[in-house]
């Protein structure tokens, strides 16, 4: 059974760039049936979806985070990454990184999250 | 953008009660690309339901799925202590791509 779990810095200071990792164990991420997605829950708010990233490396990414977000593979490593650039208070959430499946478009494994504050 | 709407906020109920969940979408979904996942703090959510009404691997089969166009069910026959928790609708269309439901919390009475 294919296992998510996330990493990274749990405090990230306004203006500063967010770099989470998510590591696959059970499965891999150059498999052709699956994206790799980021998923956010701020405090208190539902969940938005950040984008995802492909075995070849191709991208897509919510059109209100785009400007600031990119994802890489190292498939060396079994890993996905997500950088955010100028962050402030209002991307303070708990990270999500999540499998999704290409027949049904629903994600079928999560990491557990980690929480980001944005403070200084 | 599809905006989903569950309902109701929150949920207070009885272990061996039924429970109905809904989910309303703003436009038209697809029901194969229609799905429900439970959540519990500090935990992975968990996919209950994909495609509106196909159970994921090792759900029992007190839960199911209805619903196709903008409105969607969740149905718990009969509530176990362990099926508390927030559960969450989510759809793909739309920009962005995927959306999902502010949730539903399943409270103990």
């Known amino acids: 059974q294919v296992q998510l779990q996330e990493s990274g810095p749990g405090l990230v200071q306004p203006s500063q760039t967010l770099s989470l990792t998510c590591t696959v164990s059970?499965?891999?991420?150059?498999?052709?049936?699956?994206?790799w997605s980021w998923i956010r829950q701020p405090p208190g708010k539902g969940l938005e979806w950040i984008g995802y990233?492909?075995?070849?490396?191709?991208?897509f990414f919510n059109p209100s985070l785009k400007s600031r977000v990119t994802m890489s593979l190292d498939t060396s490593k079994n890993q996905f990454s997500l950088r955010m650039t100028s962050v402030s208070v209002a991307d303070t959430a708990v990270y999500f990184c999540?499998?999704?499946?290409?027949?049904?478009?629903?994600?079928?494994?999560w990491g557990q999250g980690i929480l980001v504050t944005v403070s200084s | 953008e599809i905006a989903l709407t569950q309902s109701p906020g929150t949920l207070s109920l009885s272990p061996g009660e039924r429970a109905t969940l809904s989910c309303r979408a703003s436009?038209?979904?697809?029901?194969?690309?229609f799905a429900w996942y439970q959540h519990k703090i500090g935990q992975a959510p968990r996919l209950l339901i994909y495609?509106?009404?196909n159970r994921a691997t090792g759900i029992p089969d007190r839960f199911s799925g209805s619903g196709s166009g903008t409105d969607f069910t969740l149905t718990i026959s009969r509530l176990e202590p362990e099926d508390f928790a927030v559960y969450y609708c989510?759809?793909?269309?739309?920009?962005?791509?995927?959306?999902f439901g502010q949730g539903t919390k399943l409270e103990i009475k």
């Open positions: 999540a499998r999704e499946e290409d027949d049904f478009l629903s994600f079928d494994s």
């Open positions: 059970g499965g891999s991420i150059s498999s052709d049936d699956h994206y």
């Open positions: 990233i492909f075995n070849r490396g191709g991208t």
């Open positions: 436009q038209s979904v697809s029901s194969t690309y």
């Open positions: 495609g509106t009404s």
């Open positions: 989510q759809s793909f269309g739309g920009s962005p791509p995927y959306s």
